[in-house]
């Protein structure tokens, strides 16, 4: 039996909260990255004894459709399967439940759900530094509470019909100090930006921010204006510290 973390995680924070719930069950899970354009997802291979982590993050509450895509070309061979959804401290609505429709589709065993917090990836100002030490004992407790659950969960929160999914909104752009190194390119999710000029295609972009965080220049940027709006309009919702959730 193998430890699997399927994980769609463009600037790590996803990754990081998966981990600290997969490390519990295997100190070397196997690593199926969906971020990962050039990965033939057909060839994954899942065995029925499997421990399967699914984690997505929450773009604007729904599961980002890249990843969903990906998702259903694995086959999950009957495995036992937990969910994992990562937000930045606002709301993660349906994401949980359009993750486990997609899971059921392809054939995983779905025994578990949980919500976690993340440090906000546009709006770093909100879930500074989670998930932090806190988070991690709490996650390692529920980490311990899924290792002894076989039975399939009855109930995760969330509306079939999904919310209306938005646009990607925010488009990153070079600066003055891009030194056209191409590894925004070589890593976004997507294949968004031009390898020539390093300007994102609007209708292709996620706003999923992994140019931006890998950028060894800091030479990718958002819009200012529209950060401080976007900021301005979640701040309330965001305010109050939202711990993880788990669902048996």
């Known amino acids: 039996m193998n430890t699997v973390e399927i994980i769609f995680s463009p600037t790590g924070g996803t990754e990081k909260a998966a981990h600290l719930l997969g490390q519990q069950w295997s100190e070397n899970p196997v690593k199926i990255d969906l971020s990962d354009a050039k990965t ?3 060839q994954c291979e ?8 699914i984690a997505m993050p929450s773009f604007g509450g729904r599961a980002p459709a890249v990843a969903m895509e990906r998702l259903k070309k694995i086959a999950g061979n009957g495995a036992k399967c ?11 609505e349906d994401t949980l439940v359009e993750m486990e429709d997609a899971a059921k589709e392809c054939g995983f065993r779905v025994i578990a759900a949980v919500a976690a917090v993340a440090e906000h990836s546009i709006l ?4 500074t530094g ?3 030490a806190s988070d991690e004992k709490q996650l390692a ?3 311990a509470k899924i290792a002894v659950k076989d039975s399939e969960i009855t109930s995760i929160p969330g509306n079939r019909p999904y919310k209306k999914s938005g646009g990607a909104g925010l488009v990153p752009k070079p600066t003055k100090d891009c030194v056209k190194c191409g590894l925004c390119a070589e890593k976004c999710p997507v294949q968004a930006i031009d390898p020539a000029s390093f300007a994102a295609d609007a209708k292709k972009c996620i706003g999923c921010m992994r140019c931006v965080k890998q950028c060894p220049k ?10 401080s709006i976007a900021g301005m309009a979640i701040k309330k919702a965001c305010s109050v510290r ?6 048996l």
Not at 82 to 92: F, H, I, P, Q, S
Not at 220 to 227: A, H, I, K, Q, T
């Open 46 to 53: 899942i065995s029925p004894e499997d421990m399967v982590l």
């Open 218 to 227: 800091n030479a990718r940027r958002v819009n200012g204006l529209m950060v």
């Open 40 to 42: 033939d997802f057909t």
């Open 141 to 143: 407790d529920f980490a």
């Open 130 to 132: 989670r998930p932090d």
């Open 82 to 92: 937990t969910l994992v959804c990562v937000y930045g401290n606002r709301a993660y």
């Open 124 to 127: 770093p100002q909100y879930a």
């Open 242 to 247: 939202k711990e993880s959730e788990l669902y």
